[in-house]
């Protein structure tokens, strides 16, 4: 193998192993900022959830409060109509008409309101489950960071002297192009496949493959730029 492409293997496998280093610590944090975004949803969802109890809750005891006291009025009515106490009669009899209609329709409604309450009671049970959820979720990504944390940092901290150390070997006209195909995200070697490139298919000559192999040149796939590996 030619020695250029040898120092180019060198600094690209180092690349290959950063670039995964980094990607797998980025995923982590991914993953944590995802579920403290889903944890904010959560608590957002169960604070509207205990708002709807309450205003529902509220509304049934305002409901039941009135039904009690329209009760009370059927009973102290009819109490007057059939002692025979009443200073009207009909007009005591209107009443009790107008009472029984108020009391029918606020069980009507109490019966309304207390299926909105047992729904609003489930909406904040399943608000409930989605935080404990996105808690779990939470925990689960900090763990998985925590585990991998120092690992990571670790090979980290052994693979960029590596790298420094396989770079000080490029040679100097190889920098800025090698600098060059990582800026645009391509990868710095390719195999040859059938006479093409293996990333992107431009067709490699005889010659530049005959050099290549024998180690007496190195070549750039014209195409992508890579070096062609033997
Ligand atoms: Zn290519």
């Given amino acids: 193998m030619h020695p250029d492409i ?3 293997s060198n600094v690209w496998q180092c690349d290959v192993r950063i670039d995964a280093l980094k990607a797998e610590h980025e995923g982590l944090n991914r993953v944590i900022k995802a ?6 949803a959560a608590d957002a969802g169960l604070a509207t959830a205990q708002a709807a109890l ?14 009690d006291s329209y009760t009370e009025k059927r009973a102290a009515t009819r109490e007057m109509i059939n002692t025979g106490t009443a200073p009207d009669y009909a007009a005591a009899e209107r009443q009790l008409a107008n009472v029984i209609a108020r009391i ?29 959820k996105a808690l779990d979720d939470l925990a689960a990504g900090k763990a998985a960071l925590a585990a991998r944390d120092a690992p990571l940092r670790k090979e980290l901290g052994e693979i960029l002297p590596r790298r420094e150390a396989a770079w000080e070997e ?26 093409t ?19 007496k040149e190195a070549h750039r ?10």
């Fill in 197 to 215: 490139c293996s990333a992107c298919s431009t067709f490699v000559p005889p010659q530049v493959w005959l050099d290549t192999e024998s180690g």
């Fill in 221 to 230: 796939c014209t195409g992508c730029g890579a070096w062609i590996l033997p």
């Fill in 54 to 67: 309450a205003a529902a809750k509220t509304a049934e005891r305002v409901n039941a409060r009135e039904l």
């Fill in 104 to 132: 029918d329709t606020l069980e009507t409604a109490g019966i309304e309101l207390l299926d909105a309450l047992e729904a609003a009671g489930e909406a904040v049970k399943s608000a409930e489950r989605a935080r404990k």
């Fill in 6 to 8: 040898v120092a180019i």
């Fill in 35 to 40: 579920a403290e975004a889903s944890l904010a």
């Fill in 170 to 195: 490029l040679h100097p006209e190889l920098k800025p192009q090698y600098f060059d195909q990582r800026r645009k995200k391509k990868r710095a070697l390719v195999n040859v496949v059938e006479k």
